[in-house]
């Protein structure tokens, strides 16, 4: 089961950062953040992870709180390509699976 | 490097009838994962291969199963269908699963209509 709450949907104006917020209350200490993005019927398309470390990359900055139980996904600035469901998830320590929980709904707007 | 292949890429079925989905994985990556993805239950883990065993395996019926080749690629099949099965089938690889850092890569999909 999933292991992460993220709002429904959020909008966002293009140029501007968009700041998408994630819950993981549960998380163990093993347990890393992925960030997943899936754009309408195509695949999700990996974004970042990180353990409790801030992380950046080409795509996005993760921002992990230090009890680790909420996390940020950054992306500086929002184009309309980056309009697409965006999912946080906990990897689970033991087996190689993803549950997915229902994401966010992010939408640029010009 | 090329990414993770999925074929084919559409596909219409009749109820009652078997179908079987193919998955290429990024080159050197050992494990290979599926999913179903729905707008009832959204996505959701079938299992997992890795070294032409499966390691993990989701709460689906036996109706689904799969297989990994020593090539790594793998497939999946579904027998007597059902309408419910309708959706997109989802592979993904990774190097090697041996850690909780290991990323998954995902492909295209199949989108399967039971009619």
């Known amino acids: 089961d999933a292991k992460t709450t993220q709002p429904p949907s959020m909008d966002c104006a293009e140029g501007r950062a968009a700041n998408l917020p994630c819950n993981h209350s549960?998380?163990?200490?093993?347990?890393?953040v992925y960030w997943y993005r899936q754009i309408h019927s195509q695949g999700p398309q990996y974004i970042i992870h990180?353990?409790?470390n801030n992380e950046t990359n080409e795509m996005a900055s993760l921002i992990i709180t230090e009890d680790r139980k909420s996390s940020t996904l950054i992306l500086p600035h929002a184009t309309l390509r980056d309009t697409a469901v965006y999912y946080c998830i906990v990897r689970v320590a033991t087996g190689n699976q993803f549950y997915f929980g229902t994401g966010t709904s992010l939408t640029v707007i010009p | 490097k090329a990414g993770v292949t999925q074929t084919p890429r559409y596909l219409i079925k009749t109820r009652g009838q078997q179908v079987t989905l193919s998955c290429s994985p990024i080159s050197g990556h050992r494990s290979v994962s599926w999913y179903q993805q729905t707008p009832g239950q959204g996505l959701q883990f079938l299992f997992e291969?890795?070294?032409?065993?499966?390691?993990n395996k989701g709460n689906f019926p036996g109706r689904f199963s799969g297989r990994q080749f020593s090539n790594s690629r793998s497939e999946m099949n579904v027998s007597t269908l059902e309408l419910g099965d309708s959706a997109l089938y989802l592979c993904a690889s990774s190097l090697a699963a041996s850690t909780s850092t290991d990323t998954q890569y995902f492909g295209p999909g199949t989108r399967l209509t039971v009619l």
């Open positions: 291969y890795f070294s032409e065993t499966q390691r």
């Open positions: 549960t998380i163990s200490g093993n347990e890393y």
């Open positions: 990180g353990l409790k």
